[in-house]
């Protein structure tokens, strides 16, 4: 079997989630179309692009450009995407806002005149997120030093609980997508020693809720928190309504994500979505969604919590904007 690598995105927090999957045709071809729509003044942002061989990581995005991209509803209004970037497509957030209750569908045309097209999305209803808090949490970091001896470090975290009330008899399908910003501190006698860094990660741990199957107060591991510095720390949870189709879906990748080489692992699917090639049978990776949202936030301020990081803090040295994605301008959530 050919080996080859999807990317898809969550293009709310436009961070590309690299999904394997194996099948014997290997058609480097093959589109890989995603997007949403959701009931929130937003952009709705739909990415194209081709599928990538395992062995071709250091470039992993093949964009589809020049496409005609186009999200109709059920009433029979129809807008035109712009594309923002290469492979990215965008509303303007004046054109359409998404209406529980309604539904939704994605076409899309390349520059060679294929179409695309998904099915009709209804956007259901999303329930009440009741409430957002931690818990410290002891572990174990484990690693390999410079000698090859293995090493143990206790280390405590803050473990993120979102509490979902499915009590309702209209409770369905969710999912849960987070994103973070971190104050950070570093030891410096020149600029700059106050950063901050926006960590999004809708798709590094898929979190599904499925309310057909538990009526009640469900508490949900919605991810965990870094105690390794005094700062503040700002992360807001958004549950999300799923059709059954895009709750199927979003669980193989969950499953395919999960395996690790072992024997006993579930052999992986072809990740068909709900999108389709007309007149062609062609494999279309990919789902197009039209979901509800509900939204909770807070910030977190690190350094009145008990009992102090086990490990100690960490102060990093030198300028904080040498770190990865951090900016000197504060956010708006922390003023």
């Known amino acids: 079997m050919n080996k080859v690598i999807l990317c898809l995105v969550c293009f709310m927090f436009s961070c590309i989630d690299e999904i394997p999957f194996s099948r014997t045709s290997g058609n480097l071809e093959d589109i890989v179309i995603d997007g949403f729509i959701t009931d929130q003044q937003e952009p709705y942002r739909v990415r194209l692009s081709r599928a990538v061989r395992v062995t071709t990581l250091q470039n992993n995005f093949r964009p589809v450009e020049k496409a005609e991209v186009k999200i109709e509803d059920d009433t029979g209004l129809v807008v035109q995407l712009n594309e923002t970037s290469p492979g990215i497509y965008q509303t303007d957030t004046a054109q359409m806002r998404g209406e529980v209750g309604r539904s939704y569908r994605l076409n899309v045309r390349t520059a060679d005149n294929s179409t695309y097209q998904s099915t009709w999305q209804k956007m259901l209803p999303v329930v009440k997120m009741d409430t957002l808090f931690f818990e410290v949490e002891d572990y174990v970091e484990t690693f390999t030093n410079l000698n090859g001896s293995t090493v143990e470090i206790d280390r405590n975290r803050l473990k993120m609980l979102a509490g979902i009330n499915t009590t309702g008899s209209d409770a369905g399908f969710y999912r849960v997508k987070t994103r973070q910003i971190e104050e950070i501190l570093t030891s410096t006698l020149a600029c700059c020693s106050q950063c901050w860094v926006i960590f999004e990660f809708p798709d590094v741990n898929i979190i599904l809720v499925d309310g057909t199957r538990f009526r009640g107060q469900q508490l949900v591991n919605v991810g965990t928190v870094s105690y390794t510095q005094l700062s503040e720390y700002f992360i807001e949870v958004e549950l999300l309504s799923l059709s059954q ?91």
Do not use: H, Y
């Open 245 to 335: 189709e895009a709750f199927d879906f979003w669980n193989v990748v969950k499953e395919q994500r999960s395996i690790n080489g072992s024997i006993f692992d579930p052999l992986p699917s072809t990740l068909r979505g709900n999108i389709e090639k007309i007149g062609s049978d062609e494999v279309v990776t990919g789902f197009f969604s039209a979901s509800a949202s509900a939204k909770r936030s807070m910030i977190i301020d690190r350094s009145n919590i008990s009992p102090p990081p086990k490990a100690g803090v960490t102060l990093r040295e030198g300028d904080c904007r040498a770190i990865s994605g951090a900016t000197t301008e504060k956010p708006d959530v922390f003023n």
